[in-house]
């Protein structure tokens, strides 16, 4: 017997498992999710390991939202688990908060500066460059030479592989 479906859908992470359930339910189509893992949620994927530890086989992801509309939708489908996501960077001996923030760079300039303040010492420190085509022009360009080395520079050689000067602008939120 050949089962025939109205859809077939590539990919049962987050895109692919949402339009299948909304397009069987919602519209009573009979529906072929197609992956080549054996296991729906793409790279959200976790299970626990041997031990009973959360394990995150594609690297740990992190879902985002403030709809209440989406997080009762996909209430239906999951438990969440209590988190609280914190990144710190280790700068000159400090656990400094990251994504950079006012915090950070009170901390890291040992200030209590405002927003403002921050904003004006950025705009004296900042190195104008005539073109921005690497993403060592673009923080340079924005925050100056002490943040990008005790910040970006490491990071993203940790995150990349390169040095931030072998990377092209586009690939920096600027």
């Known amino acids: 017997m050949t089962m025939t479906y109205d859809f077939h859908i590539v990919g049962a992470g987050f895109p692919g498992a949402t ?13 072929l999710v197609i992956d080549k893992r054996p296991h729906v949620a793409g ?26 509309k ?20 280790s700068v000159n001996g400090q656990q400094l908060p990251m994504p950079i923030n ?6 890291f300039l040992g200030t209590q500066t405002t927003e403002l303040e921050v904003m004006a010492y ?13 993403s060592e022009d673009v923080a340079v360009s924005q925050v100056g030479r002490d943040i990008y080395e005790a ?14 000067s072998e990377l092209d602008a586009r690939g920096t939120a600027g």
């Open 102 to 107: 006012l915090d950070t760079i009170n901390r």
């Open 19 to 31: 339009a299948a359930e909304r397009l069987a339910s919602v519209y009573n189509k009979r529906v």
């Open 122 to 134: 950025l705009a004296t420190v900042a190195e104008p460059r005539d073109a921005i085509l690497t």
């Open 70 to 89: 989406v997080f009762r939708y996909l209430s239906r489908f999951t438990e969440w688990l209590d988190y609280e996501h914190r990144v710190l960077s």
């Open 43 to 68: 790279n959200a994927f976790d299970e626990l390991n041997e031990h009973g530890v959360r394990v995150h086989r594609y690297g740990p992801h992190i879902f985002h939202t403030n709809s209440e």
């Open 151 to 164: 910040f970006f520079r490491n990071y993203t050689r940790k995150q990349w592989g390169l040095d931030p």
